[in-house]
């Protein structure tokens, strides 16, 4: 159900991105409280992106899951905005993250949806 997208204009070497993904996929089931075999995180690294004028080191997240709290977010995106300063170096300050949640019925997975 929950689904983080990182870009970012950050080069990460193709060999680490296994692992950059699998440390996202776990930072995501354990702040959301879901099973991790439920998670899906996709990485762009290396984009051409600017952010305030300039292309200094910077992401943009998508954050999005069924049953999303709106109370939620503020712990979301201290979480998220930390593990993309602990991994990659980037200040929070250059970071955006979009929220979603979706109803269950805008949801498909496995034939069906939610």
């Known amino acids: 159900m929950p689904y983080f997208s990182i870009q970012t204009n950050v080069d990460i070497p193709q060999q680490e991105h296994a692992d950059f993904l699998q440390k996202a996929s776990t930072t995501v089931a ?5 099973p991790e075999s439920y998670v899906m995180v996709s990485l762009e690294a290396g984009q051409q992106m600017m952010f305030a004028g300039n292309d200094a080191p910077l992401a943009y997240l998508q954050m999005r899951s069924l049953g999303l709290p709106a109370e939620a977010t503020s712990k979301l995106s201290a ?7 602990d991994e990659l170096g980037i200040a929070p300050g250059r970071v955006y993250i979009e929220f979603a949640g979706p109803e269950r019925y805008m949801w498909g997975w496995d034939g069906g949806t939610f």
């Open 30 to 34: 354990t702040v959301l409280g879901k």
């Open 79 to 85: 979480t998220l905005c930390g593990f993309i300063e």
